[in-house]
C-alpha cells in the first residue's frame, strides 16, 4: 500500500522542464567590484551592473540582498541578485577611448542596456530541458575568466566566454574567444557562461572560482557528470550582452587591421572576457522557477513558480547613482584607472 502510494505520487510529478531566460536593465555603471576589490572605492575598472540596488562595495556574504534592496532592475521582481561585466571602450586613431553603449537584448528593446541572463538545466535552447537541477544558496558567489589573460591558450582554460558579431540583431552564430575582426552591423553581443557543478560546501572560493567545476569528462553542452570533488550540479548561468558598436563603424580604424574595441582594463584581444555573480534571490523563488514544468523563456515560469513579473519602465527605474565622481563617457586620453589598450602576442 505504501508503496503504490508513494510510486503513484511519483507517477503524477511532472517533469521539471525549466530554462528561464530574462532581462536586467542597467543598475550603474562605475568602478566598484564588491567580489574582487571588497571595500576598495574606486576598484580597478568600470563595471556594469545589473539587480538588486543593494549592490555597494562590500557585499559580505551575510548580507540580506532582498531585504536591504528597495527594488531590482531585473524583471523577476523576487530577484535581488547582482550580476556585472566589465564595459567597452572604443580606441580612435589619436588614442583616445569613447565608451561602447550597450543596448537591451533581443525581446527587451526597450530595456535600458543591462544584460539577458539564463538559468539552463540542459544546454539546449529548446524545452525539453530533463536534468535536475539545485539553486544556488544565500551567500554564493562566482567569477569566470581571467582578466590577465591575452592569449588563446590562456582562455582556453575557460569554455564559452564567447563574441558574436551581429549582422542582424538576432545573429546567434559563429561565436569567436578573440574580438571580431571585422565592423559587426548591429554590434556585438558577449555571452559568458559559468560552470555547473558546485562542492556543495563553499559560497565562495579565493580566487572565487575554484568551489565551482566544469563537468569531469564532457562538457555542460554533452552533460558530462560532475566530478566527485564539486557533484553537486547546478543550473548553467549565461549572461548575454549587447554592445552597441554601430556608431563606431563609421568613423577610422586603426590603419595596421587591430581591432579598436578594447575592455575597461585595457584588453584589446577579447581574452580577458569575464563576469561576476552575486546570488540573491528571495526564499527558495530561483528553485521553484527551475522546479516549474513547461518553463522556457518567459513562457510558464512565472505563473505556477508564483513569481512575479515587473514591466520594463520598472525595471529601467531600479537604478543606483554612481558613488565615484569621474567620466567614463567622454572622448578619454586613458581608460578610468590609468590603462591603456594592450594588444596581446597574436591581436593584429
Ligand atoms: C554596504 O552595505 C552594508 C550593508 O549591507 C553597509 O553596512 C556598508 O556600510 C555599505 N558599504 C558602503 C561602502 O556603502
Ligand atoms: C579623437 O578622435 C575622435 C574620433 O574621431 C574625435 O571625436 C576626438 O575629438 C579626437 N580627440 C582629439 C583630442 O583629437
Ligand atoms: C529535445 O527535443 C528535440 C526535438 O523536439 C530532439 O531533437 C532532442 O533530441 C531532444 N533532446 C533531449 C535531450 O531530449
Ligand atoms: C504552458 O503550460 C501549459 C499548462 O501547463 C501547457 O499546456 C503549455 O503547453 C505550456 N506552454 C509551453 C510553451 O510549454
Same mark, same amino acid.
Given at each position: 500500500m505504501y508503496w503504490s502510494i508513494a510510486l503513484s505520487s511519483i507517477a503524477l510529478v511532472p517533469p521539471s522542464n525549466a530554462l528561464v531566460r530574462f532581462h536586467c536593465s542597467q543598475l550603474v555603471t562605475q568602478r566598484l567590484d564588491p567580489l574582487v576589490n571588497p571595500g576598495m572605492i574606486p576598484s580597478t575598472h568600470v563595471h556594469q551592473i545589473v539587480g538588486g540596488d543593494s549592490f555597494n562595495a562590500t557585499m559580505d556574504p551575510k548580507k540580506d540582498m532582498p531585504g536591504e534592496s528597495t527594488c531590482t532592475s531585473c524583471q523577476f521582481v523576487d530577484d535581488f541578485s547582482n550580476y556585472w561585466t566589465a564595459i567597452l571602450y572604443f580606441r580612435a586613431r589619436n588614442g583616445t577611448y569613447k565608451r561602447v553603449p550597450q543596448l537591451g537584448n533581443n525581446q527587451f528593446r526597450d530595456a535600458n542596456g543591462g544584460l539577458t541572463v539564463y538559468y539552463m538545466q540542459d544546454a539546449i535552447y529548446l524545452p525539453n530541458q530533463t536534468s535536475p537541477v539545485t539553486a544556488f544558496k544565500p551567500g554564493f558567489r562566482m567569477l569566470i575568466g581571467d582578466v590577465q589573460a591575452r592569449t588563446l591558450e590562456q582562455a582556453s582554460r575557460f569554455r564559452q566566454l564567447t563574441y558574436t558579431c551581429l549582422d542582424t540583431f538576432v545573429t546567434r552564430s559563429p %561565436?569567436? !574567444?578573440?574580438? /571580431?575582426k571585422r565592423r559587426c552591423t548591429e554590434g556585438i553581443m558577449t555571452s559568458l557562461r559559468f560552470p555547473t557543478c558546485w562542492d556543495g560546501k563553499n559560497l565562495d572560493s579565493p580566487d572565487h572560482i575554484s568551489h565551482m567545476s566544469y563537468p569531469e569528462t564532457g562538457t555542460f553542452e554533452s552533460g558530462g557528470p560532475c566530478p566527485a570533488s564539486h557533484p553537486v550540479r547546478t543550473a548553467q548561468v549565461m549572461f548575454e550582452v549587447v554592445w552597441d558598436t554601430k556608431p563606431f563603424n563609421e568613423l577610422e580604424w586603426p590603419e595596421d587591421g587591430s581591432n579598436p574595441f578594447v575592455w575597461s582594463f585595457g584588453d584589446a584581444t577579447g581574452y580577458a572576457n569575464h563576469a561576476d555573480y552575486v546570488f540573491g534571490w528571495r526564499d527558495d523563488s530561483l528553485q521553484r522557477i527551475l522546479d516549474t514544468p513547461g518553463c522556457h523563456f518567459m513562457t510558464n515560469c512565472s505563473v505556477e513558480s508564483r513569481s512575479k513579473l515587473q514591466s520594463v519602465e520598472e525595471m529601467n527605474r531600479c537604478t543606483q547613482k554612481p558613488v565615484i565622481d569621474e567620466d !567614463?563617457? +567622454?572622448? #578619454? /586620453? %586613458? #581608460? /578610468? +584607472?590609468g590603462y591603456q589598450a594592450e594588444y596581446g602576442p597574436s591581436s593584429i
Open positions: %561565436e569567436t !574567444i578573440a574580438f /571580431p !567614463i563617457d +567622454g572622448w #578619454l /586620453p %586613458e #581608460l /578610468p +584607472g
